[in-house]
T-cell receptor, first 113, second 113 residues
């Protein structure tokens, strides 16, 4: 199973951009990179995903390295509500068409007012 | 409308008892999952069902038995509960053959006394 490594924790000031890194050196050609976050006492919430190209949505941007061995989740302006554990996950696709997520330890983001 | 709902939200019971957790999704997805998040916050997949058929079974003790009466429901029954079963259990759903994300419920916190 392909794995990801992330820093255990990061801090950011409110209203500033945050760059959350993720290494996935054993990624395979068909693995999508998914990012989720988990707020306290809630289930994981989808943030963004990509395969090769950089992606943007209303929540964040995802920058994927050319060799795909790393990626960075970018929160353009952190708010207090963005304080959460952020997970970088590789989607392991089964031949059945279903897939499972392999969660790592994630990065706990602290946002300072 | 809640997309993935689990009941109960909290479950406190004695060691040795049998309990069930229910999960329902109204997203029209055909695949559902159970994850376990232990005290160290590691999220690990347990089971996946696609159209009522077991697809993923990740070396979970056979005291845990998932049941899918239809593709919108996936229940988890646990026999002879042990102290180590204390955790938060998350249900999720997705659509097969799709790179769209999984949607998670808010979890059921199971505490064994």
């Amino acid at each position: 199973d392909a794995k990801t490594t992330q820093p255990n924790s990061m801090e950011s000031n409110e209203e500033e951009p945050v760059h959350l890194p993720c290494n996935h050196s054993t990624i395979s050609g068909t693995d999508y990179i998914h990012w989720y976050r988990q707020l306290p006492s809630q289930g994981p919430e989808y943030v963004i995903h990509g395969l090769t190209s950089n992606v943007n949505n209303r929540m964040a941007s995802l920058a994927i390295a050319e060799d795909r061995k790393s990626s960075t989740l970018i929160l353009h302006r952190a708010t207090l509500r963005d304080a959460a554990v952020y997970y970088c996950i590789l989607r392991d696709v089964r031949t059945s068409g279903t897939y499972k997520y392999i969660f790592g330890t994630g990065t706990r983001l602290k946002v300072l007012a | 409308d809640t997309a993935v709902s689990q009941t109960p939200k909290y479950l406190v019971t004695q060691m040795g008892n049998d309990k069930s957790i229910k999960c329902e999704q109204n997203l029209g997805h055909d695949t559902m999952y159970w994850y376990k998040q232990d005290s160290k916050k590691f999220l690990k997949i347990m089971f996946s069902y696609n159209n009522k058929e077991l697809i993923i079974n990740e070396t979970v003790p056979n005291r845990f038995s998932p049941k899918s009466p239809d593709k919108a429901h996936l229940n988890l029954h646990i026999n002879s509960l042990e102290l180590g079963d204390s955790a938060v259990y998350f249900c999720a759903s997705s659509q097969v053959y799709s790179n769209q994300p999984q949607h998670f419920g808010d979890g059921t916190r199971l505490s064994i006394l």
